[in-house]
């Protein structure tokens, strides 16, 4: 029987996890960030790969992305496990193209970070770069149908976020030049 008044939310536990089992899935946040580097440096390229990973990390402070990577893997490994009912098995396994759930998922990371996100996501998600063509290997035993998409949404929330820092930062100090000038 449920006990519904047993239940709390364990913030940390939900954030730890998250980390944990991006490790577990072969993804790291500096791999992360090189995604990032590659959306934003035409646009910044005095970036570093540290301030992308440091937008990384924001990005996977957010409950509702931590939410969205612990569902997506959870999905992955009972699909590398033949655990799921068919046809959603086969459809999961095979990454099926018509299926779409794996991009609605990951879309609620984008969602956070405003329109910017979903260009970037959109063209990443076309290209694969990077971790993502790993992720996106079929040959190597694992099932990676919701990682890959959310990888990918991660880093386009990572490269709005900075997007929209940097115009915060040049106005900032455009306004400071002119009350220095007055
Ligand atoms: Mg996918």
Redesign the pocket.
Known sequence: MSQPNMYRLNSKAVANATQEWLTKRGVTKAQIGQLVMLLQKEYFPELTLDECIVNVEAVLSKREVQNAILTGIQLDILAEEGKLMQPLQDMILY?EGL?GC??VL?LSIVNVYGSIGFTNFGYI?KFKPGVLKKL?DKNDGQI??????IVGAIAASASSRIAHRKQAEREAMEEALDQNGQ
């Open positions: 990454d299926y794996d991009e990951a998600d996106n990676h149908t919701f990682l890959d998409d």
